[in-house]
C-alpha cells in the first residue's frame, strides 16, 4: 500500500524531518506522544525509504540539513532510514559535522554494520 505525506502527518517525528517531507510543522500531534507500534514504525521506514529514493533526483539537501536528519531518524528509532538517506546523498555528506558522524556510527552501530561505526567513532591521529 502507497502512502502520502498526508497519510504520516499524525506520525510522531522531528521538526527537521516533518519540513523536509513537506508537513505542515504545526501539525505536530502534540497530544499524541504514544511509541509506535512495530507495524506502524515499518510502514513510517518503508515511506521514508520511498521518499528518498524519489528525493535524490533533487538536490534538495545541504550537509548541515542531512545531519539534522540523520540525528532526528536516529533518535526516532531509524537508524537503516538514516543510513540510506546519507548513503543516498553522500555527495553532501562530508563528515564534517561530529553530530553527523556520532548519528552515522550510532546508526550502523545499531544495524550491525560494524566497519563502518567503527570508522565513524575512529579518531585520526596526525
Same mark, same amino acid.
Given at each position: 500500500m502507497q502512502h502520502s505525506t498526508v497519510d504520516w502527518s499524525g506520525y510522531p517525528m522531528g521538526p527537521k524531518l516533518r519540513i523536509w517531507l513537506g508537513i505542515n510543522i504545526n501539525n505536530d500531534a502534540k497530544n499524541d506522544r504514544r511509541r509506535p507500534e512495530e507495524s506502524e514504525r515499518q510502514g513510517f521506514a518503508d515511506f521514508l525509504l520511498q521518499s528518498i529514493g524519489m528525493s535524490q533526483t533533487q538536490p534538495n539537501l545541504d550537509e548541515g540539513q542531512l545531519?539534522?536528519?540523520?540525528?532526528?531518524l536516529v533518535a526516532m528509532?531509524?537508524?537503516? +532510514?538514516?543510513?540510506?538517506? $546519507?548513503?543516498?546523498?553522500?555527495?553532501?555528506?562530508?563528515?564534517?559535522?561530529?553530530?553527523? +558522524?556520532?548519528?552515522?556510527? $550510532?546508526?550502523?552501530?545499531?544495524?550491525?554494520d560494524l566497519e563502518r561505526s567503527e570508522m565513524c567513532f575512529r579518531v585520526s591521529r596526525s
Amino acid at each position: 500500500m502507497q502512502h502520502s505525506t498526508v497519510d504520516w502527518s499524525g506520525y510522531p517525528m522531528g521538526p527537521k524531518l516533518r519540513i523536509w517531507l513537506g508537513i505542515n510543522i504545526n501539525n505536530d500531534a502534540k497530544n499524541d506522544r504514544r511509541r509506535p507500534e512495530e507495524s506502524e514504525r515499518q510502514g513510517f521506514a518503508d515511506f521514508l525509504l520511498q521518499s528518498i529514493g524519489m528525493s535524490q533526483t533533487q538536490p534538495n539537501l545541504d550537509e548541515g540539513q542531512l545531519v539534522d536528519l540523520a540525528d532526528e531518524l536516529v533518535a526516532m528509532d531509524l537508524p537503516l +532510514v538514516a543510513l540510506k538517506l $546519507i548513503d543516498s546523498f553522500s555527495n553532501c555528506w562530508h563528515r564534517n559535522h561530529f553530530r553527523g +558522524v556520532l548519528a552515522e556510527g $550510532i546508526a550502523a552501530m545499531q544495524v550491525e554494520d560494524l566497519e563502518r561505526s567503527e570508522m565513524c567513532f575512529r579518531v585520526s591521529r596526525s
